[in-house]
């Protein structure tokens, strides 16, 4: 079949970086879980494996024009709730660590992608919420991180807009989430090289369903993603829902999140990039959203988990969307499955794997592959409990071959 040119395989600039990617795909952060892992000792703990390089590799052969890594923790609440997650901490860091962080960026590159970090500023963003006068030094671990991203070859950083805590009256004090975005894009830049900052990516993914949980109403998600574009963020993703598949018990929700994804570029400057990230799976919707400039592209996480090609196999027109995930609505078990899928890619290299971009992972159309996953899954989750149950941590993803 020829090609068809497509608006969501033709290339996009972000601003203010000026860094032009090659499409309008991104691969969502997905908690990797197989980073290292030693309850009792923090500098062996969230250093990259090679199977995380290895499914890195393969996104980035499989063209996916941004790629945003699993949530990188900076603090003991981020490690405890993510174990497996990559780790960035002044007091944890190593020369192997450094070394695996820029291996990582090296695998990436080495495909032309381009690689963002994302964040996790849980406790740094808490205390400068819960603070009357806050400083920017309590950003301190957010910044280390950045400039540790930066050192390490990354592209840029994502942060994730927090709840706004709640001023004298009850109502969310949205003006410091507004200033929480603000200076943290300042004081990172700070930190880093004159002559390098300007390209640095920075994006802001912001998530309706927990602002609408706190309280935050339709023109106050318009605010924080204004508030994005004048602090000079790249770019916004979009997320709290499923677009294409949502949520028949939760309508309030879904139509929330609808809502801001159709409408959010109205109230938006031509320059900030504007991702959907929630329920992305068709080519025909994606394209039509794109068309009419109600978004600039999209992020899939578990498109991406289960098919490390998928931007490649569009341009190519051989498929015409993300193949059917029979967990779209029940988000545990997809994460344990895209968790499952990411380690099945890490096994080999991209030159292991013949070239072959999806080798080893599994798909959970096939009968026989999916009852092995419910399986391994009871597995897992049992030997979880048991370790819970004498204070211990399971860490790492469901093992199976594909
Ligand atoms: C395996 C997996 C891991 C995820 N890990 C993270 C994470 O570390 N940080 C985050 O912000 N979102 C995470 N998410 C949520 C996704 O980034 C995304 O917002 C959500 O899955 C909706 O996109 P989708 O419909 O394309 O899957 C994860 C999702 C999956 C499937």
Redesign the pocket.
């Known amino acids: 079949m020829p090609a068809v040119a497509r608006v969501l395989s033709s290339p996009l600039t972000l601003h203010p970086s000026g860094r032009v990617l090659i499409n309008r795909f991104v691969k969502?952060?997905?908690?990797e879980y197989i980073a290292t892992y030693d309850q009792e000792n923090p500098v062996a703990t969230g250093i990259p494996t090679q199977a995380i390089i290895n499914a890195y590799e393969k996104w980035a052969a499989g063209q996916w024009g941004l790629i945003v890594t699993?949530?990188i923790v900076i603090d003991t609440i981020g490690i405890t709730f993510?174990p497996g997650?990559m780790w960035i901490g002044e007091n944890e860091d190593s020369e192997e660590r450094r070394k695996a962080f820029s291996d990582l960026a090296k695998a990436v590159h080495s495909r032309n992608g381009t690689l963002i970090g994302?964040v996790?500023n849980i406790e740094d963003g808490g205390a400068y919420l819960a603070t009357e006068h806050p400083e920017a030094a309590q950003l301190s671990r957010t910044v280390y991180a950045a400039k540790y991203l930066f050192d390490s070859g990354f592209d840029g950083i994502e942060l994730?807009a927090p709840e706004p805590p709640k001023d004298n009256a009850g109502l969310p004090n949205i003006e410091k989430v507004l200033q929480l975005i603000d200076i943290s894009r300042c004081t990172i830049r700070s930190t880093l090289p004159l002559e390098s900052v300007e390209k640095f990516i920075f994006g802001l993914?912001v998530s309706t369903a927990r602002l609408q949980q706190a309280g935050v109403d339709f023109s106050g998600v318009i605010k924080i993603l204004q508030q994005a574009e004048s602090s000079g963020y790249d770019y916004v993703s979009i997320?709290g829902g499923?677009y294409e598949f949502p949520l028949s018990t939760d309508e309030e929700r879904e139509s929330f999140y609808r809502k801001v994804i159709e409408e959010a570029k109205q109230y938006l400057g031509s320059n900030i990039t504007v991702y959907g990230?929630?329920?992305?799976r068709s080519v025909a919707v994606i394209e039509s959203l794109i068309k009419a400039k109600k978004l600039s592209g999209v992020?899939?996480?578990?498109?991406?988990?289960a098919e490390f090609s998928l931007p490649q196999k569009v341009a190519q027109n051989r498929v015409t969307g993300a193949i059917n995930n029979p967990f779209e609505l029940e988000?545990d078990t997809?994460?344990m499955?895209?968790?499952a899928q990411?380690n099945q890619a890490g096994a080999k290299s991209l030159a292991e794997s013949q070239g072959i971009i999806n080798d080893g992972v599994m798909d959970l159309n096939n009968s026989t592959t999916l009852k092995k996953f419910l399986e391994a899954k009871e597995d897992f989750l049992n030997k979880k409990q048991k370790l819970k149950d004498e204070g211990k941590v399971l860490a790492g993803a469901i093992l199976l071959s594909a």
């Not at 992020?299 to 988990?305: I, S």
């Open positions: 969502a952060a997905t908690s699993g949530g993510l997650n994302q996790l994730s993914k997320a499923n990230n929630g329920g992305f992020t899939m996480a578990k498109a991406a988990c988000n997809a994460v499955a895209g968790a990411i």
